[in-house]
């Protein structure tokens, strides 16, 4: 069984930082892209950024510049580190990955459970 874990969360002033992990576990074969996403109250779940297994990334035009995403491939393992927070990027944070699994002949869309971030003073 594949899962996603997330962790780093927390309560953080405006202008401040968290970094972000995304565990992958299990009987895993391959990870292709992996991203991470956000989801605030009353909104609809949006793109963060994104990370293919090239290591080439996306990001969305609110964090260009003060969000960096990474990964390591020998962990499965993304990062997300987080600079100079603002209130509106609170929301809950889901990673998300492209997952074959062992002895399964497709890959599969995976999401992690969601950690909470908020930016407050």
């Known amino acids: 069984q594949v899962q996603l874990v997330e962790s780093g969360g927390g309560l953080v002033q405006p202008g401040g930082s968290l970094r972000l992990s995304c565990a992958a576990s299990g009987s895993i074969f391959s990870i292709g892209g992996m991203g991470w996403y956000r989801q605030a109250p009353g909104k609809q779940r949006e793109l963060v950024a994104t990370?293919?297994?090239?290591?080439?990334?996306n990001y969305a035009d609110s964090v260009k510049g003060r969000f960096t995403i990474s990964r390591d491939n020998a962990k499965n393992t993304m990062y997300l580190q987080m600079n100079s927070l603002k209130p509106e990027d609170t929301a809950v944070y889901y990673c998300?990955?492209?997952?074959?699994?062992?002895?399964?002949?497709?890959?599969?869309?995976?999401w992690g459970q969601g950690t909470q971030v908020t930016v407050s003073s």
């Open positions: 998300n990955a492209r997952i074959r699994a062992r002895h399964v002949p497709t890959t599969l869309d995976y």
């Open positions: 990370i293919a297994s090239s290591g080439i990334t």
